[in-house]
């Protein structure tokens, strides 16, 4: 299919949208509760050949109750794609205490507070190149790759306890405990975010730290083999500054097996992206290198290079066409669709 057509392939779906939907709550005194979520529709077309359809979606709840003006508990439940995809029944599922100006306390099935303090590439495109990207559903790499810069390790494998700072001063850290699971003795995770919203230039930074006792055959990537060794460690770290319109995005991961059983599935991932707002027009640039296999001599390692440019425009407040292309796994791709959010 030709560059043109996807051109107008977003149009159309722009122009038979929706002008966009009001998110569902319902307030009754201390009683709150919220829908939100999106969906994603489109195309994408690896090397020029064959157009396949691609999807993307995520519905999340939360119901809260106020305690008192300083406190409330929390429950939260949240299903989307990249769950179903694995045979997941959630994505995320667990209950928090929220004391204001203090700190949050969550337990259950969620991510690690490394990776929700993590800060992503700036991307205006709907291909998720921040988590589990969907275009390696239909593209997929020549080896193993490691295609997620933000640090995780796990989000329903195990239950788990985080305990995360409110905002001081610009900064929030936290640390994360999880157990309970056959993928792994236990896990502990610790991150920090640093904001600096104010000013002309505003930035973010984070940082984060992970170590996984004895993970057993773990998969938590797209397309790396499941872990079996004696210990796993990661760090990561991210930068986002903001001028103007402007955004500049840097990440890095590093992941370290003791001792794998298996093919191997660890190495560095990095990546550097910006993005530029007008009115209701965006656009983005993209570019993440993987490395997976590095520390151990034995076997060849796997390098991937990815790149990826976006354009959306924002039909309104929750609806906005894109369009993408790039090149990913020495393979290009093209691809367009419609994203709705509520």
Known sequence: MPISKYV???AILVAIA???????QYDMGKFSARLTGYGTFGMIDPDFESPLSIGDWRVRGQ???EITEMQKFGLVYALDKSATDKGNFAREAFGFWEIKNTGRIEAGYTDSIARKLGVGLPDVGALRINDRPIYNEKIAPGGPIIADTTLTSGRIEGVRLNVVSAPNAGAQYGVSVSGFSSDYDYTVDAGVKIRRPSGKVKTAY???ASFMNRPHDFDNEVYTPGVTADWRAQATAGMNLQYNSWVWGLTTRVIYDQDPIGPVSDGIVAGTGVSYDLLKYSVSLTYMFSDTGIWNRDVADFQDHTAIASFRYKYSEYVDGWISGGLTSRTPFISAGLRATF
């Open 63 to 65: 119901a809260t109750y």
């Open 18 to 24: 929706p002008c966009g939907a009001d998110a569902l």
């Open 206 to 208: 984070s940082f984060g």
């Open 8 to 10: 107008a392939l977003a």
